[in-house]
């Protein structure tokens, strides 16, 4: 089994600046993403290894959908409207969980349907079903890769299919923000838009006492 990037990442202390933690709530991590396509992209990921979200013990759901929903309450005001997507791998070693089997929740201001641009990079017979945290669940259960996003956030749907490929919203943003060359977080990291997600998170982000606190502090 190959060792988890981000498995390691947390034992070693997070030397990146993108592998910084923002903010923590007991089981989890907000992370800034290396190769973030647009400001203010973040992920939230579990402090233990699982390979999606859908894989997560029933115990944990709770605190990641409301540490989703404060952190995207909250950064709302400053970028607008955001969406939620995972690309969940039903095993580990697949092409869908783009080279990091461990799960990690993409929260990304978006003002376009992602859905809709999207729809190039799937498989032709893919289709979306209204669906949510417990869906991504019963796909993991049955080995099955999935796509989830929520746009606007609360709002949920799944596609399963055998044949997703690679970084497929990441293919997406990149075509539609005009840089569709730059999809790919290992060749491109763009250190500096995830500066500046880093400098305007912890600037508008009210962290709430006692259940989410800032585990690293950044100049302004």
């Given at each position: 089994m190959k060792t988890c990037c981000l498995c390691s990442n947390l034992a070693s202390g997070w030397v990146e600046e993108w592998n910084r933690p923002l903010f923590e709530s007991q089981n989890f991590v907000v992370l800034p993403s290396v190769g973030s396509l647009v400001e203010g992209w973040l992920m939230i990921?579990?402090?233990e290894h699982h390979i999606s979200m859908g894989a997560l013990p029933v115990e944990l759901a709770?605190?990641?959908?409301s540490l989703k929903a404060?952190?995207?309450s909250q950064l709302r005001n400053t970028y607008g409207d955001l969406c939620a997507f995972e690309h969940g791998p039903g095993d580990a070693e697949r092409r869908v969980?783009?080279?990091v089997d461990h799960a990690h929740l993409h929260v990304v201001p978006l003002a376009f349907d992602l859905a809709?641009?999207?729809?190039?990079?799937?498989?032709?017979?893919?289709s979306w079903v209204k669906g949510g945290w417990d869906h991504?669940?019963?796909?993991?259960?049955?080995g099955k890769d999935y796509l989830y996003l929520e746009q606007p956030i609360g709002s949920g749907r799944i596609a399963v299919h055998d044949s997703i490929g690679s970084q497929v919203f990441r293919k997406a943003i990149a075509a539609r923000v005009g840089i569709p060359e730059q999809f790919n977080?290992?060749?491109y990291p763009r250190p500096e838009v995830v500066s500046r997600t880093i400098r305007c998170v912890h600037r508008i982000v009210d962290v709430e006492p006692g259940k989410y606190y800032v585990a690293a502090e950044y100049g302004s």
């Open positions: 990921v579990p402090k709770d605190e990641m959908l404060n952190l995207t969980g783009c080279g809709e641009a999207a729809a190039p990079f799937l498989p032709c017979d893919a991504c669940r019963v796909a993991f259960r049955a977080w290992r060749e």
